[in-house]
């Protein structure tokens, strides 16, 4: 079953750094990109960037250069995400999400909330 | 930046009415554009990708059009289960964008 599934919620405060991982299943995880998006609190989605499991490399939207750095495992299929120095407005579901090669997300992650408390 | 326009904002509908929703992108870029349905709680499910290619899996009365700026995702026959939030999303070119969202609700 092609399916990719997420760490659990955190709450972390203002000024710390929160990483969230996402495991990959029942596909060849080096075969496709893994895309982050968040969703605030009624609101619309946001993309943070992209990783390319083969080899590791990265683009990241330019509001999150320097905050945000994604990575990856290929041992155990599973791509990361680590979002720093958090403010009130990071709190969000952060998504993973698996790209086809025309750039659509055709699977994701069930979210993981992500709580900032000041 | 692409920016992604959508509207309306919301449309309420009936069982079986014919709603379009309508994504206007700030600069053109061909066909690179996807349509998601949200339901509260739930991540985005794909829906149509390159404008106008159905997803495996998805009923063929959601259809998409469209080229360079301006795109619509038609659901020919509204049914219970499509009452969500769409959007569209383009993948031209990074960063990629998507638009504010079209909430469906119930008339």
């Known amino acids: 079953q092609v399916q990719l599934v997420q760490s659990g919620a955190e709450v972390k405060k203002s000024g710390a750094s929160v990483k969230v991982s996402c495991k990959a299943s029942?596909?060849?995880?080096?075969?496709?990109?893994i895309h982050w998006v968040r969703q605030a609190p009624g609101q619309g989605l946001e993309w943070l960037g992209w990783i390319n499991p083969n080899n590791g490399g990265t683009y990241y939207a330019p509001m999150f250069l320097g905050r945000v750095t994604m990575t990856r495992d290929s041992s155990i299929s599973t791509a990361f995400m680590e979002l720093s120095n958090l403010r009130s407005d990071d709190a969000a579901v952060y998504y993973c999400?698996?790209?086809?090669?025309?750039?659509?997300?055709?699977?994701w992650g069930q979210g993981t909330m992500v709580t900032v408390s000041s | 930046d692409i920016h992604m326009t959508q509207s309306p904002s919301s449309v309420s509908a009936s069982v079986r009415d014919r709603v379009t929703i309508t994504c206007r992108a700030s600069?053109?870029?061909?066909?690179?554009l996807a349509w998601y349905q949200q339901k509260p709680g739930k991540a985005p499910n794909l829906l149509i990708y390159?404008?106008?290619s159905l997803q495996s899996g998805v009923p063929s009365r959601f259809s998409g059009s469209g080229s360079g700026t301006n795109f619509t995702l038609t659901i020919s026959s509204l049914q219970p289960e499509d009452f969500a939030t769409y959007f569209c999303q383009q993948t031209n070119s990074f960063p990629f964008t998507f638009g504010p969202g079209t909430r469906v609700d119930i008339k």
């Open positions: 390159k404008a106008s």
């Open positions: 600069q053109g870029m061909s066909s690179w």
């Open positions: 999400a698996r790209s086809m090669k025309n750039g659509a997300f055709d699977m």
């Open positions: 029942g596909y060849i995880f080096t075969g496709h990109y």
